[in-house]
């Protein structure tokens, strides 16, 4: 079965880390265009981090510039998005994308 199997998320306190991970049952060698994005309660699902090309290019939404890290292992079949300096704002579920086909998303609480 072709899919996207994400982990990592959790509750951390405000200025923590935390390393999400979205695993593909299937090769993403080749596979040009991955990202994450994530969906607050209320609100539209907004892009976070987007890898262009197989070797990993990345640009950032700017509310998260310098603090999140996104990567892809293409030999572990693997997408990553590292957070640090966690903010109460970053709360939503995280979704992993790679080509069209979307993680089932993990839930991310910033909160003291």
């Known amino acids: 079965q072709v899919q996207l199997v994400e982990s990592g998320g959790g509750l951390v306190q405000p200025g923590g880390s935390l390393r999400l991970s979205c695993a593909a049952s299937?090769?993403?060698?080749?596979?040009?265009?991955g990202g994450w994005y994530r969906q607050a309660p209320g609100k539209q699902r907004e892009w976070v981090a987007l890898?262009?090309?197989?070797?990993?290019?990345?640009i950032y939404a700017n509310s998260v510039k310098g603090r999140f890290t996104a990567s892809r292992d293409n030999a572990k079949n693997t997408v990553y998005l590292q957070m640090n300096s966690l903010k109460p704002e970053d709360t939503a579920v995280y979704y992993c994308?790679?080509?069209?086909?979307w993680g089932q998303g993990t839930q991310v609480t910033v909160s003291s």
């Open positions: 299937f090769s993403i060698f080749g596979v040009n265009a």
């Open positions: 890898i262009i090309g197989s070797g990993g290019s990345t």
């Open positions: 994308k790679v080509g069209n086909l």
